[in-house]
Structure formats: structure tokens, C-alpha cells
């Protein structure tokens, strides 16, 4: 076994890095699931104000627990980013939906040096749709899928899970501006318009387990992430927009 294959397995350098807010229901099992998958890898869950005991469940079961005040995922991970040194970070959510046992297989692609960002894809396999019973969810990946597609020219088949890898380049170079669940959004259009190389990994997904809630509110996140899809290509593709909209106004001219 190569070090780059040790590494991937045992977690060597990794930073599992878990925002949470209120998952004290399944923090536990989520920070012991990755500390025997990856045994050498440092678990980190930062807490954003949570009221049910989160981070006293996670240091309890081994995690490295810090507290990020400002409200939402995306101010949370960008400060995991600013404030954790590895050679690769693996970031999933508390909510015990991910299987830690799939976390090699993301990082392999990092530790072989063949992608800067992993994408955990939940639905090729079907396991998604099977388990996840909330309306407008798959229509809402589709459209952030099309939309991505339609300007970036780049295909995910998966663009809003929560189960990704990243190498140390990427993680100290992503400028993290949305400040909430619009962040898997954010990092996709990064690494597509700055021609970061990608991989996706197939993976189970399951659903929260009874007594387990979601946060994500299907409308108004929805309408969040649209409008940072707008942001970013504004930001990163000013030609293009305006072009389109100088078009759109000559039409109507």
C-alpha cells in the first residue's frame, strides 16, 4: 500500500470538518462513524448557536468543538476554512444522511493528486430520490443543475450535496461569500469557473432519522441560491450578463 493509498483509507492529514446547528440527535453518531472510518483524520464540528447540546454531545464523543456565532452554514464554513490547517478537508453534514464508510473514496481522488474538489453524488444511484421525501428538493437540484450548465458549460449530476473533499489549495483560495445554504452552490461555481479539476463520487444517501429535523427551508433557501447563482455570474462572467441583458433591451427596443 502507497502513502497516497494509506493516506485516503486512514485519514492521514484529513480534517473532517461538520457544521452543525441543533443535531444533537445524530452528532454523536456522525463523529464516531468518521473516527473509526478514518482514524487518523482530526474531526472538527463547529456549533452555530445551537440550543439542544450539540457541542457538548460532539466533544463528548471526540470531536474538536468550536463555536461560529455568526447564524448560517455558509459563515460557518468559511470560518473552518480560515482557521483549520490540512491537507485535505472532507465536509459533511451532522445530520447522519452521509455514510462515513464512502469517505475514502472521496479522498482518493485528492491524495492522487487527480481532482482539487470531490463531490459526494447522491443521485446516479438513485438512493435520493428513494429516501427523501420532500417536495420540489430534486426539481430544485435540476434547475441549480441547468442553470450551471447553461452558463458555465460544466454538468454535475449532483450540485447540492452536502458530502464533498477539497485539497488545502482550494480551501485557502474560495473566497466563501453566501452566508447560509447557498455555500454548495458557491463552491461548485467556483471550482467550475476557475477551472478547478473535479471529481464525483457515487454515494448512499438516507434520510434523517426520526426525531431528526431539517432546516433547509425549500422556498426561501431556494430563492437564496438562485440569487447567488445571479451574484456569481455577475461577478464572474460581467460580459456575458450584461451582454445578454443589452440584448434583451435592443429586443424590446
Known amino acids: 500500500m502507497t502513502e497516497t493509498d494509506k493516506a485516503a483509507?486512514?485519514?492521514?492529514g484529513v480534517a473532517v470538518i461538520i457544521p452543525c446547528y441543533n443535531e444533537a440527535v445524530t452528532i454523536g453518531k456522525v463523529v464516531d462513524d468518521f473516527r473509526r472510518v478514518?482514524?487518523?483524520a482530526a474531526v472538527y464540528v463547529y456549533d452555530n448557536n445551537s440550543s439542544d447540546g450539540t457541542g457538548d454531545i460532539a466533544r463528548a464523543h471526540g470531536?474538536?468543538?468550536k463555536v461560529e456565532r455568526r447564524q448560517g452554514k455558509g459563515n460557518v464554513v468559511r470560518?473552518?476554512?480560515r482557521d483549520i490547517d490540512a491537507e485535505a478537508y472532507l465536509m459533511v453534514d451532522g445530520d447522519d444522511t452521509y455514510p462515513a464508510e464512502a469517505a475514502p473514496a472521496l479522498l482518493a481522488p485528492l491524495f492522487?493528486?487527480?481532482a482539487d474538489m470531490v463531490v459526494g453524488d447522491r443521485l446516479s444511484n438513485g438512493t435520493y430520490g428513494e429516501e427523501n421525501d420532500r417536495a420540489f428538493h430534486g426539481f430544485g437540484n435540476d434547475l441549480v443543475r441547468f442553470l450551471i450548465k447553461a452558463i458555465y458549460g460544466f454538468e454535475f449530476s449532483d450540485v447540492m450535496t452536502g458530502y464533498r473533499a477539497y485539497n488545502k489549495v482550494f480551501a485557502k483560495t474560495m473566497p466563501v461569500l453566501s452566508p447560509g445554504f447557498e455555500i454548495e452552490?458557491?463552491?461548485s461555481i467556483h471550482a467550475v469557473d476557475k477551472r478547478w479539476r473535479i471529481a464525483e463520487v457515487p454515494i448512499d444517501y438516507r434520510d434523517r432519522p426520526e426525531g431528526s429535523e431539517s432546516k433547509l427551508s425549500t422556498f426561501s433557501d431556494g430563492f437564496k441560491v438562485l440569487m447567488m447563482i445571479m451574484s456569481l455570474f455577475k461577478d464572474y462572467k460581467p460580459l456575458a450578463l450584461f451582454s445578454w441583458v443589452a440584448l434583451l433591451f435592443v429586443v424590446l427596443g
Do not use: I
Open 185 to 187: 452552490t458557491e463552491l
Open 79 to 81: 470560518q473552518m476554512m
Open 38 to 40: 478514518l482514524p487518523e
Open 63 to 65: 470531536a474538536c468543538v
Open 112 to 114: 492522487a493528486d487527480e
Open 9 to 12: 483509507l486512514t485519514g492521514k
